[in-house]
């Protein structure tokens, strides 16, 4: 508002000094010329002090304003870079685990606290991610009439265990339909005695399901073969009351690489007890 004041003093100092000097010539009137040049001074004077001052004060300003703003960009680029890595944090955080107890089945271990429980899946028991539906836990147990398992080593040693629940998950898997095939391969087989002193058995193996798009077509160049999904198994095993207990763990390949470290820790938990008679 200052610098349109002085514009507008400027303004009326240009247009009253030629309007004076033609009053005088076509009226006759003597204006006091000194006057008016005492008038124009002092107008000059003030609008230089405020044309002056405003500069110095407007670049001053700008200054700040131009501090604070590379201030307010670096606040805000180092913001997002603090949310960047605070999203990947909580993106790699894992989620708490929920114990299971069965203590009239005999057994126990942890899964993820927001898995969901299925009834009528066939299993001993049966939770799932309510996301990812090929993703889920199970237990699975001998029956006791038919087995009298002492050990887990009555299933020989880990690689013959592991060929065992190989052969079981692909008998399971076995379809009657046109074109489809499994591929299969063992991962791994450990033994380790938990923390309650019994002995357990590590399994992991991968299988990948392949179907042609079109079974019924006549020519081979329409049946086209894709991959139909691609999974991890992990089992546990364990005896105890003279039976065997499986643990398993079913999920996508692609999400075991984000969760495996979870996924180790469920299949880790799993514990066989004694029940009480």
């Known amino acids: 508002m200052a610098k349109i004041v002085a514009v507008a003093e400027e ?54 304003f131009a501090v604070s703003r590379r201030k307010a960009l670096s606040l805000l680029l180092s913001t997002y870079i603090v949310f960047e890595a605070g999203s990947d944090a909580l993106a790699q955080q894992s989620l708490p685990l929920r114990e299971y107890i069965d203590a009239f089945d005999g057994y126990s271990f942890r899964y993820p606290s927001n898995w969901i429980q299925v009834r009528g899946a066939g299993a001993d028991i049966f939770f799932r991610d309510p996301y990812i539906l090929d993703e889920n836990v199970s237990v699975e147990i001998s029956s006791p009439s038919s087995s009298r ?110 969760e495996q470290n979870d996924l180790r820790q469920v299949m880790d938990s799993f514990r066989v007890n004694k029940i009480g008679t």
């Open 149 to 258: 398992y002492k050990s887990v080593q009555d299933l020989g040693t880990p690689e013959d265990a592991g060929k065992k629940v190989l052969k079981q998950y692909l008998t399971e898997f076995m379809s009657t339909r046109l074109g489809v095939r499994r591929e299969s391969n063992i991962l791994s087989t450990t033994s380790r005695v938990a923390d309650d002193g019994k002995l357990y058995y590590q399994v992991e193996v991968n299988i990948k399901s392949y179907a042609n798009n079109n079974e019924l077509a006549v020519m081979p160049q329409e049946r086209v073969v894709r991959m139909e999904w691609d999974r991890r198994y992990l089992s546990a095993l364990g005896v105890e009351n003279n039976q065997l207990y499986e643990l398993r763990l079913q999920v996508p390949e692609n999400v075991f690489a984000e």
């Open 11 to 64: 303004g009326s100092f240009f247009f009253f000094s030629p309007l004076a000097s033609t009053l005088s010539e076509f009226s006759g009137t003597k204006l006091h010329y000194s006057h008016i040049h005492f008038k124009r001074k002092q107008w000059q004077m003030k609008a230089a002090s405020i044309t002056q001052q405003l500069p110095c004060d407007y670049s001053s300003k700008t200054k700040a």
